[in-house]
């Protein structure tokens, strides 16, 4: 049976591996802590944090026999802390601030006695290197449309909104001034002028900051005229001067959204 190695990192994601549980983020940002707490079944840990360039790992152990419950060690930017020593097992908390812009850091739980490891791998974000693509328009009515995009950027995980910029910007609706935000792929303009022609472009933001516009998408705001007429039309009299007269909407035409009167 497996010894159980956990690491517990803040926002991460679920991993079930030959017995071995531990959570691991994908992404952080630069300036902000990384968190780890590494528990083994054994006397000892060593924890191991590797940069993903030319500089030595660093090397950390916790021991029962020669550490104390709330010991810590710094060695640069990584402080391990003696957290805890109950039921047989024995915790250690990593923490250290995430400096380097588009690096990988690979931080590594050792279970002292089998030799049992676990890696957690974190990217650390820059600014977003890609920009959205396949813009896409779409008129939903006379004064509004849906717009929509795609980002396949290495950076994906780390995006947190976009922000959509129109120009001429609307006078009000949803992108009053010219400029909106969304976490979703798509958003929909309102309150747009009819007729008009506007330029849309996107860019994805994480909290490394903000990256370039996509190449703008030019759209008119037009709609064609109803192609279909009402159907179905019946009068009834209702006295001696008037009549109502009555009508049926269109039931699947695709312009019926569009009809304003």
């Known amino acids: 049976m497996f010894k159980l190695v956990t690491i ?3 926002l991460g994601i ?5 017995g071995l549980l531990f959570t691991c983020s994908n992404s952080s940002c630069p300036g902000k802590e990384v968190n780890y707490i590494c528990t083994v079944t054994s006397a000892a840990l060593l924890l191991k944090v590797d940069p993903d360039d030319d500089s ?11 550490n104390s419950k709330g010991d810590s060690e710094t060695k640069g930017n990584f402080t391990v802390t003696f957290t805890d020593d109950s039921n047989g097992d024995i915790t250690a ?12 850091w690979i931080v590594t739980c050792i279970d002292g006695g089998s030799g049992k490891a676990e890696n957690c791998t974190i990217h650390i974000a820059n600014a977003p290197s890609n920009v959205p693509t396949f813009i896409k328009t779409s008129v939903i009515d006379c004064h509004s449309m849906n717009v929509s995009w795609v ?16 120009e001429p910007p609307p006078e009000d609706g949803s992108c009053k001034g010219g400029t909106c935000n969304t ?4 958003y929909i303009l ?18 490394a900051g903000n990256g370039n516009y996509s190449n703008k998408e030019i759209k008119v705001l037009s709609v064609d005229p109803p192609s279909n007429v009402p159907i179905i039309m019946t009068s009834s009299v209702i006295n001696c001067h008037s009549m109502n007269v009555s009508w049926l909407h269109y039931e699947s035409n695709a312009d ?3 009809v304003e009167k």
Request: proline letters at 1%; one cysteine or more.
């Open 93 to 104: 908390e990593i923490k250290f601030t995430a400096i380097e812009s588009l690096h990988e």
């Open 56 to 66: 030595d790992p660093v090397m950390f152990t916790v021991s029962k026999s020669f």
């Open 256 to 258: 019926e959204i569009s």
């Open 8 to 10: 517990l990192c803040a």
């Open 14 to 18: 679920f991993y079930k591996i030959e």
């Open 183 to 186: 976490t979703n792929d798509f």
């Open 151 to 166: 980002y396949d950027g290495k950076d994906k995980m780390s995006v947190e909104k976009y922000m959509i910029d129109v």
């Open 190 to 207: 309102t309150e747009l002028k009819y007729n008009v022609s506007y330029s849309i472009g996107v860019k994805a933001i994480n909290c």
